[in-house]
T-cell receptor, first 116, second 113 residues
Framework: AQTVTQSQPEMSVQEAETVTLSCTYD???????LFWYKQPPSRQMILVIR??????QNATENRFSVNFQKAAKSFSLKISDSQLGDAAMYFC?????????????FGKGTKLTVNP | DAGVIQSPRHEVTEMGQEVTLRCKPI?????LFWYRQTMMRGLELLIY????????DSGMPEDRFSAKMPNASFSTLKIQPSEPRDSAVYFC???????????FGNGTRLTVT
């Protein structure tokens, strides 16, 4: 079974600084998708960024970028120029393409605090 | 696009009562998921449907939980009888195919006293 591990339960960053959240996953498949979701105190689940395993280029979305290392099964999220509104729980997630198992598997999350 | 719509937003009930949570997925999406979130266990998949057919219900805790998707625009998650340990936030999510991300509703916070 696929598993997703976020080894940092909590992280903090100064406003305007850069922070990197770690994520590793375990799978025997070669084709899959990886996501980062943000959950602010409002509890809404918001998609931050996605990466397709067959693409070597790292995904970027404005201040958010990933470092995807397929061989190492690592998928870290970098937030540049951190803003107070970035404070939230961040979840790394994995989704396979294989029929019968297309569910999204989540890590336990990292709570990010942004200090002014 | 109205997004995934869940109701109610909050539900408080007494132990032993029946609880029904409702979800309307995004129109055209062919996958629907029910997740439960607690502090102790994080986000757990309960069940998911593809084209209204349940594919994987291995996450449903026990026979007290049941889920249905009678048509492409509606799904329910029922707990009967409810217990205090069922207290959690329940999310519904939908997606178009396997390649697209899941779009989540705002969740239902269930409190069983």
């Amino acid at each position: 079974a696929q598993t997703v591990t976020q080894s940092q339960p909590e992280m903090s960053v100064q406003e305007a600084e850069t922070v990197t959240l770690s994520c590793t996953y375990d799978t025997s498949e070669s084709d899959y998708y990886l996501f980062w979701y943000k959950q602010p105190p409002s509890r809404q689940m918001i998609l931050v960024i996605r990466q397709e395993a067959y693409k070597q280029q790292n995904a970027t979305e404005n201040r958010f970028s990933v470092n995807f290392q397929k061989a190492a099964k690592s998928f870290s999220l970098k937030i540049s120029d951190s803003q107070l509104g970035d404070a939230a729980m961040y979840f790394c997630a994995y989704r396979t393409r294989q029929g019968g198992s297309e569910k999204l598997v989540f890590g336990k999350g990292t709570k990010l605090t942004v200090n002014p | 696009d109205a997004g995934v719509i869940q109701s109610p937003r909050h539900e408080v009930t007494e132990m032993g009562q029946e609880v029904t949570l409702r979800c309307k997925p995004i129109s055209g999406h062919d996958y629907l998921f029910w997740y439960r979130q607690t502090m102790m266990r994080g986000l757990e998949l309960l069940i998911y449907f593809n084209n209204n057919v349940p594919i994987d219900d291995s996450g449903m805790p026990e026979d007290r939980f049941s889920a249905k998707m009678p048509n492409a625009s509606f799904s329910t998650l029922k707990i009967q009888p409810s217990e205090p340990r069922d207290s959690a936030v329940y999310f519904c999510a939908s997606s178009l195919g396997v390649r697209s991300p899941l779009h989540f509703g705002n969740g239902t916070r269930l409190t069983v006293t």
